[in-house]
Structures are given as structure tokens and as C-alpha cells.
Nanobody
Framework: VQLQASGGGLVQAGGSLRLSCVASGRTFSRYSMGWFRQALGKEREFVAHIAWAAGATYYASSVKGRFTISRDKAKNTVYLQMNNLKPEDTAVYYC?????????????????WGQGTQVTVSS
């Protein structure tokens, strides 16, 4: 699986960004897609999960109500719409894929990763 993330940038607190992740190399009907983030000096953490076929979603408590994960099957693309951004959302954001529809919040549970895209939120 190849994953190509894009859409990061610099935004003021309260602003919005939409990240995209184009996936290729597989049929994803039995896959989950996810977004993780890693702030400087911190461990990589789970942000959001979507089951590719059914579209069921799950969010980390820190982003629930502000972030939305979605997918476009025709484009093999996963999105992360981020609203009301806060300085603590600053991190490198990674998309990931795993061969299961079950939720797993551990980075070690995901086998394929994109290259990461930087999101910086200024106060």
C-alpha cells in the first residue's frame, strides 16, 4: 500500500485545514484508514479512524467535535477536516492503513504509513 498525504500548512488558532491521503496498491474494502500525529518530542498518537467499506468512524477525545475523517471511494482518498484548530494540534500528521476494519489506536497496529504533512497552528 502506498499512501501520499498532503494539505498541511500554517494556520492561526481557530482556523481550518483539510488533509488528504491518496491510497494505492490494494483493494481497500477490508481495510481501515487512520490519521495519527506526532508533535516535536512526543510519541505518535492516534487521531481518527475510518473503516473503509462501512465508513464507521472513531476519534481521539482531544479532537472529537472538531475533526472529521471521511473517505472518497472513487478517488481512493481519505480526508481529515480539521476545524477550530488549536496550538496544541501542531504536529506532523500521518495517514495510515491496516488490514482490518477493527479500531486500533496503537501506531504499532498499523502496517502502512504515508510520509507525513506538517500542521502548525499559531496562537
Amino acid at each position: 500500500v502506498q499512501l501520499q498525504a498532503s494539505g498541511g500548512g500554517l494556520v492561526q488558532a481557530g482556523g481550518s485545514l483539510r488533509l488528504s491521503c491518496v491510497a494505492s496498491g490494494r483493494t481497500f474494502s477490508r481495510y481501515s484508514m487512520g490519521w495519527f500525529r506526532q508533535a516535536l518530542g512526543k510519541e505518535r498518537e492516534f487521531v481518527a479512524h475510518i473503516a473503509w467499506a462501512a465508513g464507521a468512524t472513531y476519534y481521539a477525545s482531544s479532537v472529537k467535535g472538531r475533526f472529521t475523517i471521511s473517505r472518497d471511494k472513487a478517488k481512493n482518498t481519505v480526508y481529515l477536516q480539521m476545524n477550530n484548530l488549536k496550538p496544541e494540534d501542531t504536529a506532523v500528521y500521518y495517514c495510515a492503513a491496516r488490514q482490518s476494519i477493527m479500531l486500533d489506536q496503537r501506531p504499532s497496529g498499523w502496517g502502512d504509513w504515508g510520509q507525513g504533512t506538517q500542521v502548525t497552528v499559531s496562537s
